[in-house]
């Protein structure tokens, strides 16, 4: 699951509604944008650049939209990463491919083509990343508040 710090954060930004899942996704899914207006894994190349979109749907009837499956066909809130630029995300371990224990405070973070974030420490050729700035359990999963920051 990735959702934004705060609710207001999505208030200025637009998001791309036109958008349809290419299978069945995770709320929090990173993308890109494939063919049929559907979402794609992001591949090596795609996951540096700065077209890279995530799901946020949000259901009015569910407390616990962050664990919502989008089904395949169905529409996506997507949101573009790189607007959300110096403003904090959290991101649990579901959303994750790197061992949540072997993360710290200052670790960076990319976009894989898992579309989950993976720890980097190599940033070059990568357009956007996330910086941790604090670790804590929400719920019952541990999670990460990070910045995006356009390199």
Known sequence: MI???TLGMSKNIKNDPTVK???AIDN???FTIG???ATAAPTADTAKGLDLWFAHNERFDDNRYTDAK???GEYVNAYLLKEFDHQNLIIDEDSLTTSYASL???DTMVVDTYGKFAKETTLTGYKIYVTI???FVLGTKNAVRATVVLA
């Open 133 to 135: 700035v604090e670790k």
């Open 104 to 106: 710290s405070v200052g």
């Open 70 to 72: 989008i089904a395949q």
């Open 3 to 5: 959702k934004l710090e």
């Open 28 to 30: 929090g899914y990173v």
């Open 21 to 23: 899942a290419h299978a």
């Open 35 to 37: 063919s049929n207006h």
